[in-house]
Nanobody, 115 residues
């Protein structure tokens, strides 16, 4: 059984930075996709950044150059460094781990960017 716990969200002014963490417990394999998604009120949940397979990463166009995904395999923790935040980045951010036959989600952490 895999459990994911996000932390690091909060309120920040536009142009500021936050670092989100996703602590994973259970059997985590770096070959499986793992990433960050976000969902704003009234909108669908969208990919922000992810490790597609091993070290290969994918970013949403809206965050390229501002957000960086990373991981510490020894700590089973994934991070999302978010710089130059914009009000449109406001959303609940979720950690996701996909084994190919099951999706695991964390409880989410709120990020609010004020203008």
């Amino acid at each position: 059984q895999v459990q994911l716990v996000e932390s690091g969200g909060g309120l920040v002014q536009a142009g500021g930075s936050l670092r989100l963490s996703c602590a994973a417990s259970g059997s985590i394999f770096s070959i499986n996709p793992m990433g960050w998604y976000r969902q704003a009120p009234g909108r669908q949940r969208d990919l922000v950044a992810a490790f597609i397979s091993g070290g290969i990463t994918r970013y949403a166009d809206s965050v390229k150059g501002r957000f960086t995904i990373s991981r510490d395999n020894a700590k089973n923790t994934m991070y999302l460094q978010m710089n130059n935040l914009k009000p449109e980045d406001t959303a609940v951010y979720y950690c996701n781990y996909n084994t190919g036959w099951r999706d695991y989600w964390g409880q989410g952490t709120q990020v609010t960017v004020s203008s």
